[in-house]
């Protein structure tokens, strides 16, 4: 990707977090988190300021294309909170999602943010679907960005079934929280139960438990 691409990405980013800020005002410069208290709060407690090194603000993980071996194609790689313990308060987050050649990045929701993507290679097909039923779909390209309004559920596909894409992901929350929907009903702890499963979809048993099987988590 050339400079003109990171330029115009950054200024989006920058865009993003003044005007689409979500997650409450931060009350003072710096809240970073400290990831092992036990304190529950609306987010994490803050670090002693004498033990934050810059270290704190850093995470190196987004400049590198993540190995797809799933079977839906794409992986998530976040750099939130929990990963960049300085985000703690700020209300902002990335990540960057990579697709192997025809992969899907399922029907999901961020409870907790709006998402904007940035191209940076492929072209995908795009889309949410509104309260009122209504699909927005579209397909972008490399440098093209698209925005997905808080909690509605959305997805990507990439559409080359010859080469790999990727898109970064900024969020107005500092951890958006995800809920991919198959995996959300069908995987369950505890489970939903059978019949509510069979009346939603309006198919049998067997179908259900044939889908909780594929979606169940692979074992080691």
């Known amino acids: 990707m050339d400079s003109r691409c990171y330029g115009f990405f950054f200024a989006l ?9 979500y997650d409450p005002d931060t009350l003072q ?3 970073v988190a400290n990831r092992n208290s036990g304190v529950k709060v609306n987010g994490f407690t803050c670090k002693p300021e004498s033990n934050i090194t810059a270290s704190d603000f850093f995470f190196a993980g987004l400049g590198k294309t993540a190995v797809v071996n799933n079977t839906v194609g794409s992986v998530v790689t ?13 209300g902002v987050s990335l990540a960057r999602i990579d697709y192997a050649p025809g992969g899907l990045n ?58 790999p894409a990727s898109v970064i992901s900024a969020f107005n929350s500092q951890l ?22 069979t009346t939603s979809f309006q198919i049998g048993t067997k ?12 074992k080691s």
């Open 13 to 21: 980013f920058s865009l993003t977090v003044i005007a689409l800020a």
């Open 29 to 31: 410069d710096l809240c």
């Open 78 to 90: 976040g750099a939130n909170v929990e990963k960049i313990a300085g985000l703690n308060t700020l």
């Open 106 to 163: 399922p029907p999901h929701t961020h409870p907790r943010a709006t998402e904007v993507i940035f191209v940076l290679e492929g072209e995908l097909d795009v889309g949410f679907v509104t309260t009122a039923n209504k699909h927005f779909a579209k397909t972008v390209k490399k440098g093209e960005v698209f925005v997905f309004p808080r909690g509605l559920i959305h997805y990507q596909k990439n559409k080359d079934k010859a080469k």
């Open 176 to 197: 958006p929280g995800t809920q991919s929907i198959a995996a959300t009903l069908f995987t369950a702890a505890p489970t939903v139960p059978d019949h509510v499963l």
């Open 207 to 218: 179908e259900i438990e044939k889908i909780k099987s594929k979606l169940a988590p692979k």
